[in-house]
Protein backbone atom coordinates (compact mmCIF):
# COMPACT_ATOMS: atom_id res chain seq x y z
CA UNK A 1 0.00 0.00 0.00
CA UNK A 2 1.15 3.24 -0.78
CA UNK A 3 2.15 5.96 2.09
CA UNK A 4 2.48 9.57 1.41
CA UNK A 5 3.92 11.65 3.73
CA UNK A 6 3.83 15.41 3.36
CA UNK A 7 6.06 17.58 5.55
CA UNK A 8 7.98 21.29 5.62
CA UNK A 9 4.88 23.93 5.15
CA UNK A 10 4.38 27.02 7.14
CA UNK A 11 3.69 30.54 7.78
CA UNK A 12 5.80 32.70 5.70
CA UNK A 13 5.65 36.08 4.40
CA UNK A 14 5.14 36.92 0.52
CA UNK A 15 8.65 36.83 -1.70
CA UNK A 16 9.67 34.13 1.08
CA UNK A 17 10.86 30.23 0.02
CA UNK A 18 10.07 27.11 1.54
CA UNK A 19 10.91 23.77 0.55
CA UNK A 20 8.30 21.16 0.92
CA UNK A 21 9.24 17.04 0.85
CA UNK A 22 6.76 14.36 0.37
CA UNK A 23 8.20 10.94 1.61
CA UNK A 24 7.00 7.86 -0.27
CA UNK A 25 6.93 4.43 1.11
CA UNK A 26 4.79 0.97 -0.23
CA UNK A 27 6.27 1.76 -3.92
CA UNK A 28 9.25 1.27 -6.22
CA UNK A 29 9.45 5.06 -5.95
CA UNK A 30 12.22 5.07 -8.97
CA UNK A 31 9.82 3.94 -11.58
CA UNK A 32 7.23 6.46 -10.48
CA UNK A 33 6.87 10.23 -11.61
CA UNK A 34 5.41 12.27 -8.97
CA UNK A 35 3.03 15.03 -8.80
CA UNK A 36 2.29 18.32 -6.16
CA UNK A 37 -1.39 19.40 -5.99
CA UNK A 38 -2.59 22.06 -3.76
CA UNK A 39 -5.90 23.38 -2.41
CA UNK A 40 -6.66 26.33 -1.46
CA UNK A 41 -9.67 27.29 0.89
CA UNK A 42 -13.20 27.17 -1.04
CA UNK A 43 -11.23 25.42 -4.33
CA UNK A 44 -10.61 22.41 -5.93
CA UNK A 45 -7.65 20.50 -5.56
CA UNK A 46 -4.90 21.78 -8.65
CA UNK A 47 -2.21 20.42 -10.31
CA UNK A 48 1.09 22.46 -9.53
CA UNK A 49 4.42 20.37 -10.43
CA UNK A 50 5.41 17.08 -11.61
CA UNK A 51 8.89 14.96 -12.03
CA UNK A 52 9.38 12.42 -14.04
CA UNK A 53 11.15 8.81 -13.26
CA UNK A 54 13.98 10.53 -15.66
CA UNK A 55 13.91 13.66 -13.85
CA UNK A 56 11.81 15.57 -16.35
CA UNK A 57 9.86 18.73 -15.11
CA UNK A 58 6.60 19.96 -15.58
CA UNK A 59 5.30 23.44 -14.01
CA UNK A 60 1.86 24.98 -13.81
CA UNK A 61 1.82 28.60 -15.40
CA UNK A 62 1.31 29.42 -12.22
CA UNK A 63 4.28 28.23 -10.49
CA UNK A 64 6.49 28.37 -13.76
CA UNK A 65 9.57 30.21 -12.90
CA UNK A 66 9.37 30.26 -8.91
CA UNK A 67 9.11 26.77 -8.09
CA UNK A 68 10.97 23.80 -8.49
CA UNK A 69 10.55 19.98 -7.81
CA UNK A 70 13.27 17.55 -7.67
CA UNK A 71 13.75 14.40 -6.64
CA UNK A 72 15.78 11.65 -4.56
CA UNK A 73 15.42 8.32 -5.02
CA UNK A 74 18.01 7.12 -2.67
CA UNK A 75 15.65 8.39 0.06
CA UNK A 76 12.26 7.90 -1.67
CA UNK A 77 11.72 11.48 -1.52
CA UNK A 78 10.39 14.75 -3.75
CA UNK A 79 10.75 17.80 -3.12
CA UNK A 80 9.31 21.07 -3.92
CA UNK A 81 11.12 24.62 -3.64
CA UNK A 82 8.97 27.35 -3.33
CA UNK A 83 10.35 30.48 -3.49
CA UNK A 84 9.05 34.42 -4.68
CA UNK A 85 6.14 33.23 -2.22
CA UNK A 86 2.60 35.00 -3.02
CA UNK A 87 -0.51 35.02 -1.20
CA UNK A 88 -2.37 33.09 -3.98
CA UNK A 89 0.30 30.09 -3.31
CA UNK A 90 -1.55 29.97 -0.01
CA UNK A 91 -3.13 25.99 0.03
CA UNK A 92 -2.64 22.42 1.06
CA UNK A 93 0.14 20.84 -0.46
CA UNK A 94 -0.48 17.54 -1.78
CA UNK A 95 1.86 14.68 -3.78
CA UNK A 96 0.99 11.57 -5.57
CA UNK A 97 1.91 9.31 -7.81
CA UNK A 98 2.24 9.58 -11.61
CA UNK A 99 0.42 8.51 -14.00
CA UNK A 100 -1.60 6.95 -11.82
CA UNK A 101 -2.99 8.25 -8.34
CA UNK A 102 -2.82 6.42 -5.91
CA UNK A 103 -6.11 7.06 -3.53
CA UNK A 104 -4.42 6.82 -0.30
CA UNK A 105 -3.20 11.01 -0.62
CA UNK A 106 -1.18 11.81 2.58
CA UNK A 107 -2.32 14.65 4.78
CA UNK A 108 -0.72 17.52 3.35
CA UNK A 109 1.05 20.11 4.41
CA UNK A 110 -0.21 23.45 5.15
CA UNK A 111 1.61 26.60 3.52
CA UNK A 112 0.49 30.32 4.31
CA UNK A 113 1.91 33.10 2.64
CA UNK A 114 1.04 36.52 4.82
CA UNK A 115 2.64 39.12 6.26
Known amino acids: QVHLVESGGGLVQPGGSLRLSCAAS????????MDWYRQAPGKQREWVAR???????NYADSVKGRFTISRDNAKNTVYLQMNSLKPEDTAVYYC?????????WGQGTQVTVSS
Open 51 to 57: ITSGSST
Open 96 to 104: NTWPIPTPS
Open 26 to 33: GIIFSIYG
